[in-house]
Structure formats: C-alpha cells, structure tokens
C-alpha cells in the first residue's frame, strides 16, 4: 500500500509531495512523488501525513478512566482515543490508595497488548504531592517519596511503569528520584510549591520532566522563580503543556515555547472519561466533577483535568499562531515520546517503524488514522 500527500512530517523536517510505501505492518519506504507511476497509491491530496500522536499524560477517554480498575474501561479508551489522533499513550493514574494503585498498574499489564492506541508504559501521577497545589489530586492519600513503594508497584507492574511524578520539596525527593532513574524511571516535578532552588536539585538528581507546566505548581514571581521558573529556565528538562486554551492562556504557553524551545515542550491531553462526551455529572477519582462544555471542574471552581483532544492542542498552537505545522506535529509526537524515552518505538515516521499515522487536512482535522498500517473504521463517528 501506498499513501501520498502534500507533505509528510519527518522527524527533522517536511517533506513536500512524497509517498510512504507500507508493508507487513511497517513503513517500508519514503518515496518521492516522481516513483509513482505505474503504481496503485491512495492520494490524500492536499493532507498531511504524520505520526500518531503520543500521550504519555492521559486518565480517561469516553466515559472510562484508568482508575476504574476495569478491563474493559481499559480496552475501550485504547480503542476510542484512536479517533484523537493517538496511536502511543501512557495510562495515567491519580493519587489513590495503596490497593488502587496496585490493581490499576495490574490491569495495565495485564491488557498491555490491547487493541488501539499502544500502551508504551505507566505514568503514575500521584501519591507524592503536597497540598497546597494539589488541584484534583485527593490529600488523603499522600505520602512521602519511598521507594520500596515504587518498586513494588514496578513489579506488580511488570516493569512497566515508564514515569513517576513527585513534588520536589518533599523530604527524601532527592534519593527518590536517584533511586527510580537506576530503576530506568523517568520522573516528572509537580503539584508542587516548591522552590526554584528545589526544582533545580530534583532536576541535578535526575529529573526531567515538568508536570502540566504552569499548573499545579508554584508560579514565576520576580523574586521567586518557582516551579514555572524551573520548568523554563533548566536545561535537559521537557515540560509539559496543556494547549485547551482554558488551563493555560496562550500568551502563557508562547512564552513557554519561546524560553524552552518547541523541542523541549510536550502536548499533553491530561484528559479524563468526559472527553469526547456530553455535558454533564462524571467522576475524577474520588471527586465528582462538572463538564460544562469546554471545560471539567470540581464543585469548587478548579480545573479537574481537561477533555481536550491531542489532535486539537497540535491545531490550536498553529491557530493561535505559536508555532508552524511541523513544530506543532513535533511537540505532540516527537517530543512527547523523547521525554519518557519511547522515541525508538513511537513519534516518528522512519523507515522500518510500525506504521502507526495520521492523515490531516489543512484544517489539522483527522481524515484518517493508520494503526500497524492498517486503516482504521470509525465508521460514522469518525
């Protein structure tokens, strides 16, 4: 089979009127326009072709949450999110019990293989957070960084957990944070109110990742640089960004791209089970939230995860006019996947790779997406 297009995204630049060759599941070859003929090739014109997006910050998809605990939630919310776009993700959990957290890294394991959206890892979001940013994370459950914890889940998890998030003023983040890099763990910094000076120790002792930058964390004061300071100002770090327009303004995530570089910035969904729902009552852990529409918040007011879309952080940032196409494209492929080190496997089209792809129109709408080379039906939901 082969796909042409206006142009398809590298992992280092467009290419204009090329043709991907897809075989046995893989990508076999990029072709140039001019070795077609005489071929049978399903032109999409004007589109663009692209890899499938990569959420490595994600708890939920139409109607189902990774802290469920159920198999089939599971199952379904690999298979829906494929119509965002997302063919790469990290199950995310929420600050929980002992227990809970323990049978939702079994389930994962357990329905690693699962058909959709390819399980790359974990991301354990929680339990070691402080109060005063804890956004929708429940206190009741958080602890102080232990490792012994960390390794136990990893084994239930069969190795799987791939990123770990922690608020760097806790006592013993420093060795934690050592200890879960030995263990080939990446960690992330957030719900946190830490320092600068704080998030730039955690960061010397082997963190990288910052989590949902701007939330969640302690803001850029003058005096104090905080959390926000760190996550752009630090070097060999990626933060993370939701791009709804609603967690963060875009004149914040502007100046995120512009102090870090689009290379250094990672698209995240942080969505939750509203996304791609109606409006109404649903559930965030403990918590029972409100989707109004845009946005899903506690009965407080807050913000409680987001049901944004990958497909539509990647087209808001080039309608906002932050970023062209191709640097849009890299922040939810690329670069997300490079931030927890699954870039070999997801986030770029290269020869000899799963076919896992995107097809947009100019409008950065899904025309069709590509799973182990085959297309995907979605028939009239699509």
Request: net charge negative; glycine share 10%; proline share 3%.
């Amino acid at each position: 089979m082969i796909l042409k297009a206006k142009y398809i995204v590298l992992k280092d630049r467009m290419l204009e009127d090329s043709a991907i060759l897809i075989e046995d599941k893989k990508i076999k070859k990029i072709l140039s326009s001019d070795k077609l003929e005489g071929k049978e090739v399903i032109d999409y014109k004007d589109s663009i072709i692209c890899p499938g997006f990569v959420d490595t910050h994600v708890h939920g998809f139409c109607g189902h949450d990774f802290m469920d605990k159920s198999d089939e939630g599971l199952r379904s919310i690999c298979r829906d999110i494929l119509k965002a776009g997302v063919t790469s993700i990290l199950p995310t959990t929420l600050t929980a019990s002992e227990d809970d957290i323990m049978e939702v890294v079994r389930i994962v394991k357990d329905n690693k293989d699962a058909y959709g959206a390819k399980i790359q890892g974990i991301f354990l979001e929680g339990p070691f957070f402080t109060e005063k940013h804890k956004g929708a994370q429940n206190p009741s459950y958080f602890l102080k960084p232990e490792i012994e914890k960390l390794r136990k889940w990893q084994e239930i998890a069969g190795g799987m957990i791939k990123k770990v998030a922690l608020a760097p003023e806790l006592e013993g983040s420093e060795e934690f944070v050592q200890k879960a890099r030995e263990m080939g763990i990446y960690v992330a910094l957030g719900h946190s109110d830490a320092s600068y000076d704080e998030a730039k120790s955690a960061v010397d002792a082997g963190a990288n990742i910052f989590v949902h930058t701007y939330n969640g964390m302690s803001g850029l004061h003058h005096r104090n640089p905080g959390m926000v300071g760190a996550a752009m100002t630090l070097e060999d770090v990626f933060a993370e960004l939701i791009c709804d327009g609603h967690h963060v303004h875009p004149v914040a995530a502007d100046v995120l791209i512009r102090s870090r570089g689009y290379e250094s910035v990672a698209l995240i969904s942080d969505c939750m089970m509203a996304g791609g729902m109606p409006v109404g009552k649903y559930k965030l852990g403990d918590y029972n939230v409100v989707l109004d529409g845009e946005t899903v918040r506690l009965k407080e007011g807050n913000l409680a995860g987001s049901v944004l879309k990958m497909r539509d952080a990647v087209k808001n940032l080039v309608k906002w006019g932050i970023t062209s196409p191709f640097e849009a494209i890299q922040m939810g492929t690329q670069v997300p996947a490079k931030s927890v080190g699954i870039d070999n496997v997801c986030g770029v089209i290269e020869e000899g790779r799963a076919a896992d792809i995107l097809v947009l129109d100019d409008e950065f709408s899904i025309v069709d997406v590509y799973l182990n080379g085959e297309k995907v039906d979605f028939g009239k939901e699509n």
